[in-house]
């Protein structure tokens, strides 16, 4: 399958599936943001990645597979567990991974391809966050705010996949 079909693919099993993600990630709270105002971040989510009109697909490929594999790295440590209903962040993580599953023949023909500078930012960004929960132990506060953060990113990757999907739809065309 060409590469085009596969992202075309891709984008409509995504959409789907980031709705049900969203969702989790909303029923999976616990306590009210408003208690950890104290300890909110800025995490610097590069915002350019999902929104920039010039992305190629196969830097999308890219960012999305990192952004979904490093979200799913977040939340599937053993720590996060103390935080959450486990039913829930099964769910969540189980979504995680068939995305990441799902993506996995696109990843495989653009592998050739370097790592590309908002891959590389997707990463910065985690790794931020992983360190931020590591200086602050690992609260229930904090991964509220890591919570809520995160909606970022997959909501970001929602808007993307339906924005390519759309477009694709009506002009035979997913990406450059």
Known sequence: MALGDLWAVICLRTCACQQKNLALLCQIRRISPSFCLKDRKDFGFPQEMVEGSQLQKVQAISVFHEMLQ?????????????????????????????????????????????????GMAVKRYFERIHLFLKEKKYSDCVWEIVRVEIMKPLSSLNSFARKVKNYGCRHGVTLK
């Not at 962040?89 to 990843?107: A, I, M």
Request: glycine share 4%.
């Open 70 to 118: 490093q979200t799913f790295l977040l939340f599937h440590i053993e720590r996060s567990s103390a935080a959450w209903d486990s039913t829930l962040l099964d769910k969540l993580c189980s979504g995680l991974h068939q995305q990441l599953e799902d993506l996995d023949p696109c990843l495989v023909q653009v592998m050739g391809e370097q790592a590309s500078s908002l």
